[in-house]
């Protein structure tokens, strides 16, 4: 087994995993991403008991167990790019052995859920409603850094592409799955479906407009006419896609659940976002105990 570089898989003094400061026993196979590290322990308030937290950056850990299911929370910050890090290092904290820098001939799967917040498209999905992403739309470029093909739909790709009539140069848009034995579990009449589109910004790249003019103004129309096979583009966030991608590539599943608290068809936003998102917590915390 080639051992892997110390310049590529990166250690702390104590042992620890680079920029998450994780060791490989403290993190649990169910895992909760949130962005805001103040989030974490919005849920981990809700656990029978805690074992291990610490924090690095803006990467903040806390596992414990809930209902007596062992659970890690950690907070991923925003963006792709702090996804690719995340992702990369939970992986090697399971799959690689770090005596010896060569991954391990048996590998563990992670369940990952992300929990976190978006804007709606559609003026039927309002403020303080909860959504789950079957499929996500990354316009944001990171996840074209690895070799995709085996996990993208490349239907919907084509489809998104011209129905946009996407802008080349700001690169391919990928498309990639939720897990879908973790779409089956936490399916709910309470929570609505649908296609997030992944973005690697909040402002321009949303579709938002202060000072800055717009390579396409008219793209948040486009995105949300896009169906693919009865499924709507419903959503704008900025960390789905990459969250998908890179645990289909790496061999883990996931989900992403957001709790919607723009609604950019009609402007408004939510007066209670910290409301809709512990109802997106108890949720998501009682889904996956079931
Ligand atoms: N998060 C986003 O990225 N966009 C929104 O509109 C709301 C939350």
């Known amino acids: 087994m080639e051992k892997i570089k110390d310049s590529e898989l990166i250690l702390n003094p104590d042992g620890s995993v680079y920029h998450l400061n994780l060791k490989p026993e403290n993190i649990a196979n169910d895992i909760i991403f949130v962005g805001d590290q103040d989030r974490v322990e919005a849920i981990t308030k809700y656990f029978d008991s805690a074992e291990f937290s610490t924090q690095k950056r803006e990467f903040k850990t806390q596992t414990g167990t809930y209902k007596g299911k062992r659970l890690t929370v950690i907070s991923t910050g925003i963006g792709p790019d702090n996804i690719d890090i995340v992702l990369n290092e939970l992986d090697a904290l399971v799959n690689i052995d770090f005596a010896t820098k060569t991954v391990k001939p048996n590998l563990t799967n992670l369940n990952i859920v992300r929990v976190g917040t978006s804007g709606s498209l559609q ?168």
């Open 123 to 290: 003026e039927n999905i309002p403020v303080d409603s909860l959504l789950m992403s079957a499929f996500a739309i990354g316009t944001d470029n990171m996840l074209r850094s690895y070799s995709l093909q085996d996990v993208t739909n490349q239907a919907i790709e084509k489809a998104f592409v011209n129905h946009t009539n996407w802008d080349l140069s700001k690169g391919l848009p990928y498309v990639v799955a939720a897990d879908n034995n973790l779409l089956n579990k936490f399916k709910s009449d309470t929570v609505f479906e649908g296609i997030t589109v992944t973005a690697g910004g909040f402002y321009g790249a949303q579709g938002r407009i202060l000072r800055l003019q717009l390579n396409d103004e008219f793209l948040n129309d486009k995105i949300d006419s896009f169906e693919f096979e009865g499924i709507k583009a419903t959503n704008l966030e900025m960390e789905t896609a990459a969250i998908f991608g890179l645990s289909k590539l790496l061999g883990h599943k996931a989900l992403s659940l957001n709790a919607i608290v723009a609604n950019r068809k009609n402007g408004t936003f939510s007066t209670n976002p910290y409301a809709t998102i512990d109802k997106l917590i108890q949720f998501t915390l009682n889904k996956i105990i079931g």
